[in-house]
């Protein structure tokens, strides 16, 4: 059941060129409200990055 839940979101997000990250960003903000990318990060464990520089 849930491999076929999972194709079945997979596939609803590919039509419009979203995939899992974008659904985490969604549920987060369905759970908790409008929040920063620093808070939005740690809601959905994502790694800490360094910030672009704007230099290669």
């Given amino acids: 059941m849930a491999v ?8 609803g997000f590919g039509t419009v060129g979203a995939g899992g990250y974008h659904y985490r960003i969604l ?3 369905d759970e908790f409200g409008v ?11 994502w790694p800490r990055c360094r910030p672009r520089t704007g230099r290669p």
């Fill in 4 to 11: 076929y839940a999972h194709r079945l979101a997979s596939d």
């Fill in 27 to 29: 549920a987060a903000l």
């Fill in 35 to 45: 929040a920063g990318r620093a808070e939005l990060g740690r809601r959905c464990s």
